[in-house]
């Protein structure tokens, strides 16, 4: 989401939280059985086939991205040093290639937003690194939401993290306020200035999603009008969760099996 202006943020009632953690589950669900999927030789295009059946034929819910704004698929993947935003198609996965696929659905009216990154075989050393270090950045963020604390706190967090470890952090594009719709306000930027920006609520609701550049932080947006690719070609990485602000701090609404066994 491109970054403009920075007003108020909607509260959600207890029932609307509620739906929130349905759509939210849903979209782990999705990455929790894609997952296995990513290996050599699949095709992007195959990776949204397969969510894509899941999603309305399985779970009879809505793939938000298809046709949102003209966009063609059911899911996005942005593979090595696309940053955001990849149209899925006859892409063929190697070994070595890093891949993010971002999940949206929609269920009962409400939106659920995540994504996580895919190491494709046996990837280099480095770009098991900087899919770390953008993991780590997502959870940094995550770890300051709680009311009174501000959305400068969170980008502080993680801009503070990921140049600490020689990354860069995408300035261009953001996390986002969601519910009902897709994108709501407020606008979330992963750098930014501590105590600074809108403070935060019991009932606020917004996803965290770092992009993370192995190089600079320069991207280009592709003649297809979505891709997003890094500018010196280097590797990018992004993990996003969509978070709930309680009355003592956050929820997760997006975790995994996995995740939800540790927490």
């Known amino acids: ?21 349905v759509a ?13 999927q990513v290996v050599p030789g699949i095709t992007t295009g195959e990776l949204d086939r397969i969510c894509h059946d899941y999603i309305v034929n399985v779970r009879q819910a809505v793939p938000a991205p298809l046709h949102y704004r003209g966009f063609p698929r059911s899911i996005c993947t ?10 899925p198609g006859p892409r063929v996965l190697r070994s070595g290639d890093i891949v993010n696929v971002d999940i ?12 996580r990154m895919f190491l494709v075989g046996d990837c280099p050393v480095q770009a098991r690194r900087l899919c770390r270090i953008a993991h780590e950045a997502l959870w940094r963020g995550i770890g300051v939401v709680a009311p009174g604390r501000t959305l400068g706190d969170i980008g502080h967090a993680i801009q503070q993290h990921v140049e600490a470890e020689g990354y860069s952090v995408v300035q261009e594009y953001c996390g986002h306020g969601i519910g ?18 809108l403070m935060l609520e ?3 609701t917004f996803t965290i999603e770092p992009m993370v550049n ?13 891709t997003v690719v890094t500018r010196d070609h280097s590797l990018s990485a992004q993990w996003e969760h969509t978070v709930l602000v309680t009355a003592d701090g956050v929820e997760v609404l997006t975790l995994g099996a996995a995740e939800r066994v540790r927490s």
């Open 24 to 36: 939210g589950r849903l979209a782990a669900d999705v990455l929790d059985l894609i997952g296995p």
């Open 202 to 204: 019991p009932g606020m």
């Open 78 to 87: 942005s593979v090595n040093h696309v940053v955001c935003h990849g149209i």
């Open 104 to 115: 949206t659905v929609i269920r009962d009216g409400f939106h659920g937003d995540s994504s």
């Open 180 to 197: 009902r719709a897709f994108h709501e306000d407020p606008q979330v930027l992963h750098y930014g200035t501590p105590g600074t920006g």
């Open 1 to 21: 989401m491109l970054m403009a202006r920075q007003p108020q943020a909607s509260i959600k009632t207890p029932v609307e939280q509620e739906a929130m953690r």
């Open 214 to 226: 192995a190089g600079q932080r320069h991207v280009k947006l592709l003649g297809d009008g979505w």
